[in-house]
């Protein structure tokens, strides 16, 4: 298995994985969001960082992050903001594969941190997460506009 930046022949399945993570989500996500994160993504603009698995020629999960300057470091904080991986290739490891490799850039770029949120509810997410460190006792408190 390989973890990579996407390029733009990769369009098509990347999409394909998005509509399933969307889905996953329950939510809808209009074309033009999507085409648009595609272009930022593909393009490393307003600090996305898209990393795609490939595995047998197919890419079959995502991580997209975004990359912010924070307050209590000199250095860019990574949140992850989006991790998916194909329903029929869960289980094999790829997921916690994408998020090593987050932090081996976080290590190799010199980034102060890397964070993620999830549902309370979603242990397969959290089977994977409880690898790295212990969930610390925020929450999240949000406006939508
Ligand atoms: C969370 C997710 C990225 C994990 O990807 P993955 O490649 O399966 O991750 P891993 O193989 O490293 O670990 C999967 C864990 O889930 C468990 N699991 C439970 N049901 C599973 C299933 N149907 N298929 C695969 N794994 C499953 C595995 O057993 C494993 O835990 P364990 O090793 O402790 O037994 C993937 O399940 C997914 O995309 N889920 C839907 C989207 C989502 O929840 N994203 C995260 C939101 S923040």
Known sequence: MLIRHPVPSDEAAWRGLWAGYVA???AD???AVTARTWERLIHKQD???CRVAEADGTICGFSLS???AGTWSLTPVCYLE??????EQR???IGEALIRDLVAMAKSQGWSGLYWHTRASNANARRVYDRFT???DFVR?????
């Open 24 to 26: 996953f989500y329950e």
């Open 29 to 31: 996500v209009a074309e």
């Open 47 to 49: 600090g996305l960082v």
């Open 66 to 68: 975004v990359l912010h």
């Open 82 to 87: 989006d991790l998916f991986v194909a329903p």
């Open 91 to 93: 289980g094999r490891g």
């Open 134 to 136: 212990v969930a610390d």
């Open 141 to 145: 408190y949000r406006l939508l506009f």
